[in-house]
């Protein structure tokens, strides 16, 4: 039996915009404006990955495969991360789910 599973959670939360007018003034700060940015670039992602795979080797040459395959996705604009409520709510994302099974048999004529 092998097990990978791959959790991921990110999150960014973006402010105070800024752009270069006066790229070699100084002081450094005054090298910049306050500039205004429609829309929101804050983002909260997580994703989970799985993969399950049990092997039985019955004799050899012969073998069976069952797969199990998950994956769980969303992306929200939060911008917020939150251990706790971020790593929980991954089970709670609607799951695509791929089931795979292989049967080898070896003929010794």
Same mark, same amino acid.
């Given at each position: 039996?092998?097990? +990978? %599973?791959?959790?991921?959670?990110?999150?960014?939360?973006? =402010?105070?915009?800024?752009?270069?007018?006066?790229?070699? %003034?100084?002081?450094?700060?005054?090298?910049?404006?306050?500039?205004?940015?429609? &829309?929101?670039?804050?983002?909260?992602?997580?994703?989970?990955?799985?993969? #399950? !795979?049990?092997?039985?080797?019955?004799?050899?040459?012969? %073998?069976? +495969?069952? !797969? /199990?395959?998950? =994956?769980?996705? @969303?992306?929200? =604009?939060? =911008?917020?991360?939150?251990?706790?409520? @971020?790593?929980? &709510?991954?089970? &709670?994302?609607?799951?695509?789910?791929?089931?795979? !099974?292989?049967?080898? +048999? /070896?003929? #010794?004529?």
């Amino acid at each position: 039996m092998q097990i +990978y %599973a791959e959790p991921f959670v990110s999150a960014g939360a973006y =402010g105070e915009f800024k752009e270069l007018v006066r790229p070699r %003034a100084t002081p450094f700060a005054s090298q910049f404006d306050t500039a205004t940015y429609a &829309g929101s670039p804050d983002f909260n992602d997580k994703s989970f990955r799985s993969t #399950n !795979v049990l092997r039985r080797e019955f004799k050899p040459g012969s %073998a069976l +495969y069952v !797969v /199990w395959q998950q =994956g769980r996705e @969303d992306v929200s =604009g939060v =911008g917020r991360f939150r251990f706790r409520q @971020d790593v929980g &709510g991954l089970f &709670g994302i609607p799951a695509s789910n791929v089931f795979l !099974v292989k049967f080898s +048999y /070896w003929l #010794n004529l």
